[in-house]
């Protein structure tokens, strides 16, 4: 019998690129996604890429009824739903200090809703999208999954909201289990070049930018800050290949489906730290493409440099981020320069 995972935010940049990783490993992907941050043009590429139909529905993950309905459906077609992956959500640092209950209200009230849903349909595990920033300020570097938690703004607070309830959820009945997923920074896109990340505007994040400037449709990367005690002076974050990630997603499943229930928390990176610049000149040299930039101040909220120990991920979820940054690079060019408007 086949094995259906219930995906929210299936169609995002990192929850298309695991549906791909899903499909490949045998499981029944279904996708609850409003596209309030993506389209339904990303379940066809997947279909495209993968050969396979993918189930979805659009729908808020707010609303019980719409839950109610998809954990009915996979009853009703013979495979229930074991497993919950969570990404839905929103994940604007900037836009969660301007309009912050917009953002408990998606990211935590979404996932009480959500939990409420999978108690009603005995949906017992859950794979959570949590993130580096819960960590704050390193007090000591590489991060450590004890590492206290001390996220710095709404967005931050957020996942680390949700992590505890999960944690509360998961005490409060010995069958449930939770993995929190930490990430550090995905970059690139399927190798493919059929699905990728395409952001709403100005992108906030750096790579997107790098690739937007590359292919001309802004001027020149604006670096902010080359003050900070690094070895070149810029920000340094630990970037993973969105796949790896992706592929983490499913190793995170069968943990749930194997571990003794409980409550968890995962570093996903690849334990080594990039600065800006170092990951600029690593696209030029990869693509061949010149990326003008201009250095600015740092950017408010901005640490200098983090990045993960994945040992945890690698000895119990048997997972290891494999692609380099070169990787990483050429696919995410790949990607935008055979899609210059994105999936528009
Ligand atoms: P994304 O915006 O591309 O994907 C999120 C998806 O969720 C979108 O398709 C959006 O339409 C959907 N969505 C949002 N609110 C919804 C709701 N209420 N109901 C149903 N669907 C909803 O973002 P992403 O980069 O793929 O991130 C996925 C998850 O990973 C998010 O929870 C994000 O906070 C987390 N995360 C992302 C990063 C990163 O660098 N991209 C890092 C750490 C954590
Ligand atoms: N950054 C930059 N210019 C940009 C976007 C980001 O110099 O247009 C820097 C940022 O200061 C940080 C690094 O790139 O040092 C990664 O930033 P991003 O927003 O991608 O990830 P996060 O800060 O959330 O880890």
Same mark, same amino acid.
């Given at each position: 019998?086949? =094995?259906s995972v219930l995906v929210t935010g299936g169609a995002g940049y990192i929850g298309s690129h695991t549906l791909v990783e899903f499909l490949a490993a045998g499981y029944h992907p279904i996708v609850? #996604?409003?596209?309030?941050? %993506? %389209?339904?043009?990303?379940? !066809?590429?997947?279909?495209?890429?993968?050969g396979r139909s993918v189930t979805w529905r659009e729908g808020d993950v707010r609303d019980a009824s719409v839950l109610d309905a998809l954990f009915s459906l996979a009853r009703e077609q013979g495979a229930p739903v074991e497993c919950v992956v969570h990404f839905a959500g929103? $994940?604007?640092?900037?836009? %969660?200090?301007?309009?912050?209950l917009d953002y408990y209200d998606n990211n935590v009230y979404g996932s009480i809703v959500l939990l409420q849903a999978m108690e009603r349909a005995q949906v017992r595990r859950i794979v959570f999208s949590s993130s580096? =920033?819960?960590?704050?300020?390193?007090?000591s570097l590489p991060y450590t999954e004890d590492h206290p938690l001390a996220p710095t703004n709404p967005y931050g607070r957020t996942k680390a909201m949700?992590?505890?309830m999960l944690a509360d959820w998961?005490?409060? #009945?010995?069958?449930?289990t939770a993995v929190n997923l930490r990430y550090f920074n995905p970059i690139g896109a399927h190798a493919s070049g059929q699905i990728g990340e395409s952001p709403r505007g100005t992108p906030n994040n750096l790579f997107p930018y790098i690739t937007q400037v590359a292919i001309g449709k802004r001027e020149k990367l604006l670096v902010f800050g080359n003050d900070y005690p690094t070895? #070149?002076?810029t920000g340094v974050r630990d970037y993973l290949h969105v796949s790896d990630l992706a592929d983490g997603h499913v190793k995170a499943v069968e943990y749930a489906r194997r571990a003794r229930p409980g409550c968890f928390a995962f570093n996903l990176g690849t334990g080594r730290g990039t600065s800006v610049l170092e990951?600029? $000149?690593?696209?030029? %040299? /990869? =693509?061949?493409? /010149?990326?003008?930039?201009?250095?600015?101040? !740092?950017?408010?909220? #901005?640490?200098a440099q983090m990045w993960a120990d994945p040992s945890a991920a690698n000895e119990l979820l048997g997972w290891r981020a494999s692609r380099s940054i070169e990787d990483m690079c050429r696919d995410g060019w790949r990607w935008q320069s055979q899609n210059p408007d994105g999936y528009v």
């Open positions: 019998m086949k =094995t609850l #996604d409003n596209f309030c941050n %993506s %389209s339904p043009g990303v379940l !066809r590429r997947v279909e495209a890429l993968t929103l $994940k604007a640092v900037g836009e %969660s200090v301007a309009k912050p580096a =920033t819960v960590y704050g300020e390193p007090r949700v992590e505890a998961c005490a409060a #009945d010995p069958g449930r070895p #070149d002076g990951l600029v $000149k690593a696209f030029e %040299s /990869t =693509t061949g493409r /010149t990326v003008p930039y201009e250095i600015l101040g !740092r950017r408010p909220g #901005d640490v």
